[in-house]
């Protein structure tokens, strides 16, 4: 999910000349060589569950430091124009912050919501791929006036997409797509041993997320779209 900042702790900051180009923190440690290709990861679950409070819970970004593993902080800047299907507002543009000891990442995605059936997040120059007919209430809203700018940091390339589809009576399936690409051949080196897991923990997170919300408050199970808001009924 791009525009990635990475530091240790905040520092001083000076003027710099206007040609040299701004490098992240790990980046001027690591040499830099041939484009990495873009990786995708796929994890999927079928959950005992009706789909609308399913997708609720994955589209609600401002939770997802509660209970997303690393992540310190999420935060939305922007929202959608109230959808068509259910007159719902979205996340439409949402900060991240992911942190392991002393070093924490910092990212911003463009979000976009199909009610009910899918919710990607794509980052820095990466598009869409969801027909703008699907998306207008997120062209029309607040994020769809924010401009784009490519990656500084340790992607050039980010889409999250998760997929919603009720299949059976109280049985949905979930899936997770996650295309990535290192701005540098080290990073994708260095994440080899790691990146395969990272799609099948953020399905398990979720997982575990949909059966707490929904064994806590069974209301939530057979709510409507427009009954919900986020993870939780509307007061």
């Known amino acids: 999910m791009a525009t990635l900042k990475c530091s240790l702790r905040p520092a001083a900051r ?9 490098r992240t ?3 001027s440690f690591l040499p830099s060589g041939p484009t990495p290709e ?17 997708y609720s ?5 401002p939770s997802y430091s509660t209970f997303l593993p690393y992540c310190t902080r999420s ?5 959608s124009a109230p959808d068509a299907l259910t007159g719902r507002k979205w996340p439409s543009i949402g900060v991240l912050t992911s942190g392991f000891g002393n070093l924490t990442e910092s990212f911003t995605s463009r979000v976009y919501c199909v009610p009910g059936r899918v919710v990607e997040s794509v980052g820095g120059d990466t598009e869409t791929r969801l027909p703008q007919d699907q998306i207008r209430h997120h062209l029309d809203g607040e994020g769809g006036e924010v401009g784009r700018r490519g990656s500084e940091g340790l992607l050039t390339h980010l889409r999250n997409t998760w997929t919603v589809e009720e299949v059976g009576a109280r049985q949905t399936r979930i899936e997770l797509s996650l295309e990535f690409r290192f701005a540098n051949p080290m990073y994708a080196a ?13 399905v398990r997170a979720f997982e575990e997320r949909v059966r707490t919300l929904l064994t806590e408050d069974p209301r ?4 409507r779209l427009e009954e ?3 993870s939780r009924l509307k007061e």
Do not use: C, N
Not at 14 to 22: A, D, I, L, M, Y
């Open 14 to 22: 000076f003027p710099q000349p206007p040609h040299r180009q701004t």
């Open 25 to 27: 923190f790990l980046s």
């Open 38 to 54: 873009i990786q995708t990861l796929r994890a999927s679950r079928t959950l005992p569950y009706p789909s609308a409070p399913i």
């Open 57 to 61: 819970i994955i589209a609600d970004v």
């Open 75 to 79: 935060t939305i800047t922007h929202w």
């Open 190 to 202: 260095l994440s080899q041993g790691v990146a395969p897991k990272v799609a099948e923990a953020m």
């Open 220 to 223: 939530m199970v057979d709510a």
């Open 228 to 230: 919900l808001d986020g």
